[in-house]
């Protein structure tokens, strides 16, 4: 038996003792230089079946515009370093207690398509190991069901012109002498951008012709090309180009638009050398590399591990605990990034992002004031803190907490205290178009959020990791190593001030063993001390037990609709 099925056996027994019941516009680029590749047509969409009458065609006098801007791999502190995202603090609504249901690209941004958890979609890692697992990247989205569910299909039946321009999902892949993968559903402009783009340079992108996936190559300058030439080709440049295009044809357009803008800043590159001599492992563009106020808003000298919280901290305290109270397999072993690395990969983030700020100030300026403009990531990072390495993939704030902004019309401004998940985005941008929610979604809009900070709906989410080294061959791996591979299974319930992560902490297949870390952050910002066994905290974790053992009996998957017991689950 797999990690991810024995992770939801082990709080069966407390749901009962709980007594908790079981819940169950624009158009494709024709720029490409490439043929167009025969692939097969979009598919038939359930969504209008199991929703009743298909929603009525929409108007700009109706619907909104709606722009999300989804950053790769950006962690909160970089939130200091970029102008626009301050902007938006000021202008629009914030969510400081904004999670998403794993810190893994493939797996968060499947449940942000869908707003369904990664046990409802059954994308539980970046990988599919070529296809032979059947548990992650584009095969099991694909599989699954998952383009069918996606929001945007049903915002493009609504009569919504939808756009989707950069990196779209791990393994949606193409590399020259191969077929193309299949057109996605529901998109009415997809430019994605192929994964040879994390090194800055030298990628394909598609677009869609006829209902033919074409490819257009982007060479990378000669080393010998200037700065500026160079800068234009970046990858961050041509999905930022795209997406202009997009934006200018819908605001001239009288039909409302979806527009997702997904960059690769600041993830890392994934190949050991970079495209470019000295190039750096955030590669950022030539403009941003040198200059103490290349990173930004805050000069690059003042970039420490200080902006880091918990480094250095001693990781022998954060062990897990088994349930009889002993320590149980500590499994943050290796060795700790060392503090010139961790500053200098900090400041070459901050470096990358700045591309990112310039991006979102030129899409802020051009949309008009019918336009929502949302922005976000698809999971954190660390970088050496708690003693740990450099990636992602655990449930501590570093690699959990994403940025959530709102700018809009009737926004009204300020800090919310709703504690969301990127499963509420999807409900949310069916609400924004008029539509109801999909039954089979988990999440809850956050539209009367906008407009009422004090609203408080939620005041928890829930968390799902299976352990990498079920499928391997990760991108990041070249440069994480087993960061990633060593992070058991874990299903974990986070509150405004608190953590409860129940880990398997057996490797083997068809063994399981809990261990628990219990985390309260009302006196430090990070996960200073595994306080599970603390009587003091008893009351607190005997709740968290208690959502954990409610969130395990919701076991709804694919379109099935979700009971009201399970959206309770996070009140």
Same mark, same amino acid.
């Given at each position: 038996?797999?990690?991810?099925?024995?992770?939801?056996?082990?709080?069966?027994?407390?749901?009962?003792?709980?007594?908790?019941?079981?819940?169950?516009?624009?158009?494709?680029?024709?720029?490409?230089?490439?043929?167009?590749?025969?692939?097969?047509?979009?598919?038939?969409?359930?969504?209008?079946?199991?929703?009743?009458?298909?929603?009525?065609?929409?108007?700009?006098?109706?619907?909104?515009?709606?722009?999300?801007?989804?950053?790769?791999?950006?962690?909160?502190?970089?939130?200091?370093?970029?102008?626009?995202?301050?902007?938006?603090?000021?202008?629009?609504?914030?969510?400081?207690?904004?999670?998403?249901?794993?810190?893994?690209?493939?797996?968060?941004?499947?449940?942000?398509?869908?707003?369904?958890?990664?046990?409802?979609?059954?994308?539980?890692?970046?990988?599919?190991?070529?296809?032979?697992?059947?548990?992650?990247?584009?095969?099991?989205?694909?599989?699954?069901?998952?383009?069918?569910?996606?929001?945007?299909?049903?915002?493009?039946?609504?009569?919504?012109?939808?756009?989707?321009?950069?990196?779209?999902?791990?393994?949606?892949?193409?590399?020259?002498?191969?077929?193309?993968?299949?057109?996605?559903?529901?998109?009415?402009?997809?430019?994605?951008?192929?994964?040879?783009?994390?090194?800055?340079?030298?990628?394909?992108?598609?677009?869609?012709?006829?209902?033919?996936?074409?490819?257009?190559?982007?060479?990378?300058?000669?080393?010998?090309?200037?700065?500026?030439?160079?800068?234009?080709?970046?990858?961050?440049?041509?999905?930022?180009?795209?997406?202009?295009?997009?934006?200018?044809?819908?605001?001239?357009?009288?039909?409302?638009?979806?527009?997702?803008?997904?960059?690769?800043?600041?993830?890392?590159?994934?190949?050991?050398?970079?495209?470019?001599?000295?190039?750096?492992?955030?590669?950022?563009?030539?403009?941003?590399?040198?200059?103490?106020?290349?990173?930004?808003?805050?000069?690059?000298?003042?970039?420490?591990?200080?902006?880091?919280?918990?480094?250095?901290?001693?990781?022998?305290?954060?062990?897990?605990?088994?349930?009889?109270?002993?320590?149980?397999?500590?499994?943050?072993?290796?060795?700790?990034?060392?503090?010139?690395?961790?500053?200098?990969?900090?400041?070459?983030?901050?470096?990358?992002?700045?591309? %990112? #700020?310039?991006?979102?100030? *030129?899409?802020?300026?051009?949309?008009?004031? $019918? =336009?929502?403009?949302? !922005? +976000?990531?698809?999971?954190?990072?660390?970088?050496?803190?708690?003693?740990?390495?450099?990636?992602?993939?655990?449930?501590?704030?570093?690699?959990?907490?994403?940025?959530?902004?709102?700018?809009?019309?009737?926004?009204?401004?300020?800090?919310?205290?709703?504690?969301?998940?990127?499963?509420?985005?999807?409900?949310?941008?069916?609400?924004?178009?008029?539509?109801?929610?999909?039954?089979?979604?988990?999440?809850?809009?956050?539209?009367?959020?906008? %407009? #009422?900070?004090?609203?408080? *709906?939620?005041?928890?989410?829930?968390?799902? $990791? =299976?352990?990498?080294? !079920? +499928?391997?061959?990760?991108?990041?791996?070249?440069?994480?190593?087993?960061?990633?591979?060593?992070?058991?299974?874990?299903?974990?319930?986070?509150?405004?001030?608190?953590?409860?992560?129940?880990?398997?902490?057996?490797?083997?297949?068809?063994?399981?063993?809990?261990?628990?870390?219990?985390?309260?952050?009302?006196?430090?910002?990070?996960?200073?001390?595994?306080?599970?066994?603390?009587?003091?905290?008893?009351?607190?974790?005997?709740?968290?037990? %208690?959502?954990?053992?409610?969130?395990?009996?919701?076991?709804?998957?694919?379109?099935?609709?979700?009971?009201?017991?399970?959206?309770?689950?996070?009140?």
């Amino acid at each position: 038996m797999h990690h991810f099925t024995r992770a939801w056996a082990g709080v069966c027994l407390l749901a009962l003792m709980a007594g908790v019941a079981a819940c169950g516009g624009p158009s494709g680029s024709t720029s490409g230089s490439t043929p167009p590749h025969d692939v097969r047509p979009p598919r038939t969409t359930s969504s209008a079946s199991a929703l009743g009458d298909s929603a009525p065609a929409a108007t700009r006098d109706q619907q909104p515009n709606i722009v999300v801007v989804m950053l790769d791999d950006f962690s909160m502190d970089l939130v200091q370093t970029m102008r626009s995202l301050q902007r938006m603090r000021r202008t629009g609504a914030s969510y400081p207690h904004s999670f998403v249901t794993d810190s893994l690209c493939c797996v968060s941004r499947s449940s942000f398509f869908t707003g369904q958890y990664p046990h409802q979609t059954g994308v539980r890692t970046n990988t599919s190991n070529k296809g032979t697992s059947g548990l992650g990247g584009w095969p099991a989205y694909d599989t699954n069901g998952n383009p069918e569910r996606a929001f945007n299909v049903r915002l493009q039946q609504a009569g919504y012109t939808t756009g989707f321009v950069g990196k779209f999902l791990n393994e949606y892949e193409w590399v020259p002498g191969r077929a193309l993968p299949p057109v996605v559903p529901g998109w009415t402009t997809f430019n994605a951008v192929f994964g040879s783009a994390y090194d800055g340079w030298d990628f394909a992108s598609t677009s869609v012709v006829d209902q033919r996936l074409q490819v257009q190559q982007h060479p990378a300058p000669p080393a010998s090309a200037s700065d500026a030439a160079k800068d234009k080709a970046y990858a961050g440049a041509v999905i930022g180009d795209k997406a202009m295009n997009f934006l200018s044809a819908g605001e001239a357009s009288d039909a409302p638009y979806f527009l997702e803008v997904a960059l690769y800043a600041p993830h890392n590159r994934t190949q050991p050398e970079g495209h470019y001599p000295g190039d750096p492992l955030f590669p950022p563009m030539f403009r941003d590399r040198t200059g103490d106020r290349s990173c930004g808003r805050v000069a690059c000298r003042k970039l420490t591990v200080d902006d880091l919280p918990g480094f250095g901290d001693a990781r022998r305290d954060n062990r897990p605990r088994l349930a009889n109270g002993r320590p149980g397999r500590a499994w943050n072993t290796v060795r700790t990034l060392p503090a010139p690395v961790a500053v200098r990969d900090l400041r070459d983030r901050a470096r990358m992002a700045q591309s %990112a #700020d310039r991006l979102l100030a *030129r899409i802020l300026r051009s949309v008009g004031p $019918h =336009t929502y403009v949302v !922005l +976000t990531s698809d999971n954190g990072f660390h970088l050496g803190q708690l003693g740990m390495g450099r990636g992602k993939g655990t449930p501590y704030d570093t690699d959990v907490r994403v940025p959530l902004l709102v700018t809009g019309p009737g926004v009204v401004p300020g800090s919310r205290r709703e504690v969301t998940s990127n499963i509420d985005l999807a409900p949310t941008f069916e609400e924004l178009a008029g539509l109801p929610a999909a039954p089979y979604r988990s999440g809850l809009s956050l539209v009367p959020t906008l %407009a #009422d900070p004090k609203a408080v *709906r939620q005041s928890y989410a829930f968390l799902e $990791h =299976t352990q990498q080294t !079920l +499928t391997g061959g990760d991108p990041d791996a070249a440069f994480t190593g087993a960061e990633l591979d060593r992070i058991p299974s874990y299903v974990a319930v986070r509150g405004r001030t608190s953590l409860l992560a129940r880990f398997d902490l057996d490797p083997r297949p068809d063994q399981v063993q809990w261990g628990y870390e219990y985390y309260h952050y009302k006196r430090n910002r990070f996960e200073k001390k595994n306080n599970v066994a603390n009587p003091k905290r008893r009351a607190d974790v005997d709740l968290l037990m %208690a959502k954990l053992a409610a969130f395990d009996a919701c076991r709804e998957s694919g379109d099935q609709p979700v009971s009201d017991a399970c959206r309770a689950v996070r009140q």
